[in-house]
């Protein structure tokens, strides 16, 4: 258990049986009377959010969450498979469980897989990914003057805003974190 005075930002508590994540939190201690920690909160498992106010004398439930390290194995038709790196046992996770993060999946990625009740929750892939881009339109030269981007798509159809440099051909770092371009991998 927690106290309401452990509340932060990114701590995994469970409320009514479901895990939660605190995606903001706020501490205000009024003239007269308790503290009060008003929190944030996304459940985990069905993706709502919601605010819930703590005072500081009330105790919140650690959540029963289970980290374990996958390996990103196949694609089988809308189903991605990741196997277990201690027990070789594999899981299959949806398009819709995955979301954007699927763009970013290469063959054998390490990724760090969360469960709740040996259900699988969130996945964490590694923060920087290099993907080649397929198609963009060729840029002009000599317009360096300012940060001019330009749309560009990656081999599974995901589409970036890239500087105007960028070719066909050309491999992009992409952040997996918020889908934007990081910079150019240079060849050699």
């Given at each position: 258990?927690?106290?309401?005075?452990?509340?932060?930002?990114?701590?995994?508590?469970?409320?009514?049986?479901?895990?939660?994540?605190?995606?903001?939190?706020?501490?205000?201690?009024?003239?007269?009377?308790?503290?009060?920690?008003?929190?944030?909160?996304?459940?985990?498992?069905?993706?709502?959010?919601?605010?819930?106010?703590?005072?500081?004398?009330?105790?919140?439930?650690?959540?029963?969450?289970?980290s374990r390290d996958f390996t990103f194995s196949y694609q089988?038709?809308?189903?991605?498979?990741?196997?277990?790196?201690?027990?070789?046992?594999?899981?299959?996770?949806?398009?819709?469980?995955?979301?954007?993060?699927?763009?970013?999946?290469?063959?054998?990625?390490?990724?760090?897989?969360?469960?709740?009740?040996?259900?699988?929750?969130?996945?964490?892939?590694?923060?920087?990914?290099?993907?080649?881009?397929?198609?963009?339109?060729?840029?002009?030269?000599?317009?360096?003057?300012?940060?001019?981007?330009?749309?560009?798509?990656?081999?599974?159809?995901?589409?970036?805003?890239?500087?105007?440099?960028?070719?066909?051909?050309?491999?992009?770092?992409?952040?997996?974190?918020?889908?934007?371009y990081a910079d150019r991998v240079s060849k050699g």
């Open positions: 258990m927690y106290n309401a005075s452990d509340l932060k930002k990114g701590l995994k508590i469970e409320i009514d049986g479901d895990p939660c994540v605190i995606t903001d939190f706020q501490f205000s201690k009024p003239g007269k009377g308790q503290a009060l920690y008003r929190c944030k909160i996304k459940n985990l498992s069905t993706g709502t959010r919601f605010d819930k106010t703590y005072r500081s004398v009330e105790k919140v439930k650690k959540a029963a969450l289970e089988a038709g809308d189903d991605f498979v990741f196997s277990d790196n201690d027990t070789y046992e594999e899981i299959h996770l949806t398009t819709e469980q995955l979301g954007d993060s699927r763009y970013f999946i290469v063959e054998d990625m390490q990724v760090e897989i969360l469960f709740h009740n040996n259900k699988a929750l969130d996945v964490t892939l590694p923060n920087f990914v290099e993907k080649e881009i397929t198609e963009t339109e060729p840029g002009a030269r000599g317009d360096t003057a300012n940060n001019v981007m330009k749309p560009a798509f990656i081999d599974n159809g995901y589409e970036i805003s890239v500087p105007i440099f960028i070719n066909i051909g050309d491999t992009v770092r992409i952040d997996t974190r918020t889908g934007d």
